[in-house]
């Protein structure tokens, strides 16, 4: 077995999803589709190929369908079954027996850092991914939860993957303070949550991807609630930078914040395309479409 072996990943999915309403008024937006499936299958997936074996699930009132679609549902696999339909089998089938979930609850949404805290009792003492179920990210043959596992691996650090962040969008993010280790790793030494551009420390923001040893559970009790009484996760990650125990890896693919509504729809498009039976005739449909704009 490697040492330090990361089996678990979070999936923090107790949010109020405002910015998708109104879909996401009794639909979990996690559980919204792209093409044909919903979008948190495709970060669970990204998990599985990263060798994660233990998806937890942070949920709230109103989301048991994440629940339930990981979930084996008998009826409608013998079904499946008995007509034959073995492609429509295998799909239903895909994940729910090769990943084990569990699932905690966040009472309130409190934030990201409160969510994850959640799940403290269920990680136990070993590093853990942290996953964002409402951002997709693409990166054919190299997942990108495998290149902070990677990272974290060589630097026995938490890391969190970061992207270069145009300066319209630098007040959504978290901006990081750092020095460059090697290629596409950094060591971090601060960061701010949602500055203004004049205030970022840098044009690198912190994306919907983390690596989290232990320490980050310390790290969010020492965290104060900030606006709204929500605990931030850029402040606990903030706190461990400022004690030397973060890095950063900017990360290679292409990411999709579907839990925007343009995020979504390039998301769409994005995977409608890559589609092994959909994408040649999406994309002959889509160049006449544009001709007609
Ligand atoms: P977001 O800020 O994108 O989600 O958080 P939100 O709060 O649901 O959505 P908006 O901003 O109102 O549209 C990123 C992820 O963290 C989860 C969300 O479910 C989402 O998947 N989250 C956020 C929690 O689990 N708990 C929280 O208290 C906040």
Sequence with gaps: MVKNKVRKAVFPAAGLGTRFLPASKSIPKEMITVVDKPIIQYIVEEAVESGVEQVILVTARGKSALEDHFDKV???ED???RRGKKDLLEASRKLW???EVVSVRQHEPLGLGHAFYCAKQVVGDEPFLGMLPDDMVDSPGYPCAKQLIDVYHKYDCSVVALMKTPP???DKYGMVKFEQVEGNVVKMFDCVEKPRPA???SDLGIVARYLFTPEIFQALE???PGVGGEIQITDAIANLARKGRMYGCIFSGERFD???KFGYLQATVH????HPELGARFSDWLKQYLKKI
Excluded: C, R, V
């Design 74 to 76: 008998y009826e409608l």
């Design 79 to 81: 079904l499946l079954d």
């Design 97 to 99: 027996n090769m990943i």
């Design 168 to 170: 319209e969008l630098i």
């Design 199 to 201: 205030d970022a420390p």
């Design 222 to 224: 020492e965290t104060k």
């Design 258 to 260: 579907a839990g925007d």
């Design 271 to 274: 995977y409608a395309l890559k």
